[in-house]
């Protein structure tokens, strides 16, 4: 029998017969078919299906187990490269690259459980579909015969998550490159505040795709932050070119201090700001129509602090975890990233100190502590 892999010979019918029965009545696979979620199925020492749970057959849209009994997995499944060979999956040119054949070969050999991602292409009728699954191949001894438990994850999505996350950050860099060096040109030309706050607002969108960048990879600590001499003084001026003409503080008054402290600090300007900007969002949006945003700065030793006050307390239940990951009181998916940023870019980046006080008879004040050096 030819094979461009794996071994090409299958059970005979008595043969495996014999082995769904064997699979079907043993109680210790039939409480792991039936307790565990995900897609599990049972194979043979010839690659072929002998049980499988019902989430397995919900996926592959059948109601009767017996059409799927003693296929291989791919056949199963429905790959693409099942009839390339005569003797189907796992013979074909195509599954000595296959994750799924090769776990399944390996655990064969020698009985230690296999991960395996497999690639996987599908045809079902006219439709043709790509996948990414995770296959986890584990030996089974049943009466002195050796099955394959399999497990079986998809990540597709993840993977293609991925993909298109490295896809925009790459493009999006090229972008932001031409954008600073366009700014940068402007500025030479033309000596205005308006080409002066583009070149601004050129800089501060470059580097937070860096830190959206870090983010998504969630390791921050591969960011490099700048340490550059600023002051209260040009922080709110900042603050002021951002707020001005933004839809949250359309109909809302957003006091600002009188005076100022002359410290200079020496932080990464562009992630200060971005814990500033985020408290300040979160007390506008917190804030009703003609309500009212407080921004001031104190001078402590050694450290410069940004304070924020808003009118309106935040609910006892939520302050405990107001700087938890993805916990959010907004619906949908992607939420509870802005106070979680403010803790971790402010902290663990800058070495500084975020914190809150909020009560019905105070309100809510933010405040961001930035050491001097």
């Known amino acids: 029998m030819d094979t461009y892999f794996a071994p090409a010979e299958r059970a005979t019918?008595?043969?495996?017969?014999?082995?769904?029965?064997k699979v079907a009545t043993n109680p210790i696979i039939h409480e792991l078919l039936n307790s565990i979620g995900g897609l599990i199925a049972v194979l043979d020492e010839h690659r072929q299906v002998v049980g499988l749970n019902v989430s397995f057959l919900k996926t592959l849209g059948v109601d009767d187990p017996g059409s799927v009994l003693g296929l291989r997995l791919g056949e199963a499944l429905g790959?693409?490269?099942c009839a390339d060979e005569p003797h189907g999956c796992g013979t074909t040119r195509h599954c000595s690259t296959c994750g799924a054949v090769i776990a399944m070969v390996s655990v064969l050999a020698d009985g230690k459980p296999v991960e395996e991602l497999c690639s996987l292409t599908t045809r079902k009728g006219e439709a043709v579909a790509d996948y990414a699954i995770m296959v986890r191949a584990s030996a089974l001894k049943l009466e002195e015969r050796t099955f394959i438990l399999l497990f079986l994850h998809d990540v597709t999505l993840e993977h293609l998550r991925a993909a298109l996350e490295r896809t925009f950050f790459h493009d999006m860099g090229n972008m932001f490159t031409g954008l600073l060096g366009a700014s940068q040109y402007l500025v030479r030309e033309n000596q205005s505040e308006l080409a002066a706050m583009i070149y601004r607002a050129a800089q501060r969108l470059y580097k937070e795709m860096e830190i959206q960048k870090c983010l998504f990879k969630n390791d921050f600590l591969e960011y490099r932050p700048s340490h550059d001499d600023t002051t209260a003084a040009e922080l709110l001026a900042e603050l002021k070119g951002i707020f001005v003409k933004h839809d949250a503080a359309a109909d809302k008054s957003m006091q600002l201090p009188d005076s100022l402290p002359s410290l200079t600090v020496k932080t990464d300007k562009s992630l200060a700001l971005r814990v500033m900007s985020n408290m300040v969002m979160n007390a506008l949006e917190a804030t009703e129509?003609?309500?009212?945003?407080?921004l001031w700065f104190e001078q402590e030793q050694d450290a410069l602090q940004f304070c924020v006050w808003n009118e309106k307390a935040i609910p006892q239940e939520i302050q405990c975890r107001i700087f938890q990951r993805s916990f959010s009181t907004k619906e949908g998916a992607g939420r509870g990233v802005g106070t979680f940023s403010m803790q971790l870019i402010g902290e663990k980046m800058l070495g500084g100190k975020v914190s809150f006080s909020s009560s019905t008879q105070q309100g809510t004040l933010f405040k961001f502590l930035i050491p001097a050096s």
């Not at 019918?13 to 029965?21: D, G, N, R, S, T």
């Not at 129509?289 to 407080?294: A, L, T």
């Open 289 to 294: 129509e003609h309500g009212e945003v407080k």
């Open 13 to 21: 019918e008595e043969q495996l017969k014999e082995e769904i029965a």
């Open 79 to 81: 790959c693409i490269h």
